[in-house]
């Protein structure tokens, strides 16, 4: 619009300059013709420096125009890296492993990552504020103290959880205060985990200390187990019974102190040539009074022909002796027991068949599967361990074991040995 006028303009001047030289000269030499063209020049002149003007107006404005839109350009680009700044922080808290939240002195929450939210779901009620005090008197109490880190225990929901948290004080450039600024990250199966290994280091502990304690109480057991067996050569009737059950449960207590040392000690035979019937014969007469005692037929049938294995004595007995007394607790008052031997064709060589079979309670199929586990019992005043270490003995000496039962019918353990 500016520049069309301008030509107009110029174009009405240059036609008056052109009308004035067009003047005839007797009109120019009157007076009023004079003065007329004295305020045409004036009018030229004025009209000249007016266009001059304008076009330097005019070229101003455009530089002004030119720097006006560089400014808006730079305006524009700051303003678009503040927004790719700003992105990319919330992007940042967005993904951050822990919560990060601002809480204002009102209590609201201005900030609150997606973590945050997640972890405090339970504890915030409306408008995103803490549901109860205390538990912002908490934070703010972190915050304000600027320790390293501490430890907020949250039971919202009815699930507890543990925050390990820390926080600042949060001021603007001015140094007006914003709040306070807390990180927090769920620390909950962490802190279950270390618990967890904190009980397992008692358990060794208490471990290590039965096993001493076993030690201690072996010896003792040893010398009632002789005396008491000294005593039955010297008495009859009663007297002799009586001597006899203090030797059997010496045996037995015997039995479940060393099934406690060798399940807290490594298993290690001393393998030696041996011959199980041996063994058997041993234990057998040695249980045989116990049972009959208890109405209960006891048998034992050993028919291998080859009973030589390599193993550990000390340990086949325990084996034998766990699996006598387990049979025992099967059958309360009546009933069998047998303990068999007979040789079977191995891949290589001959091995040697071991039963012991009762007619007692017998064992649920869901049991079955269990039986061998350290500490599974079924019996009041059971450890739980007899089995677990029948099964370590077995895998020691590289055997087999197997197991059949019935309820109410009985049950059948067999082992196999390879033979010498
Ligand atoms: N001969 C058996 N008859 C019935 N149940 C048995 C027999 N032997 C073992 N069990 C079952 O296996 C469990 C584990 O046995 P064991 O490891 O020796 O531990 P404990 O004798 O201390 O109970 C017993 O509690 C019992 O339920
Ligand atoms: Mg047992």
Redesign the pocket.
Known sequence: MASESTTTDRDTSSESAGRLAEFPENARQSGETGLLIEAFRTFTLASNSLELTFSQLQSRVRRLTEELEAKNRELERSLREKQEAQEYLRTILEKLPCGVFVLEETGAMTLCNPMAAEVLRESRGEAGRFRSDELRNLFTASAEEKREEMEITLAAGGEKKVLATSGAPLEDDRGRSLGTLHIIRDVTEVKALEEKNQRGERLAAMGEMAAELAHEIRNPLGSIDLFASLLMRECTGDLRNWAENIRIGARSLNTIVSNMLHFTGPLSPVFAEMDIHEILRETGSFCEPMIRQRGVRWEIGLAADCSLINGDRELIKQLVL?LIF??M??MPSEGSLAVRTRNVDGKNRRRLELRVE?T????TPE?LDK?FDPF????KN???????IVNQIVESHSGEIRVK?KVNRG?VFTILFDTI
């Not at 007692?360 to 064992?363: A, K, P």
């Not at 059971?382 to 677990?388: D, E, F, K, N």
Request: charged residues 10%.
């Open positions: 766990n387990n049979a607790k099967a009762d007692g309670v017998g064992i049991h039986i599974f019992t079924t019996n059971g450890t739980g361990l007899g089995l677990s039962s049950t």
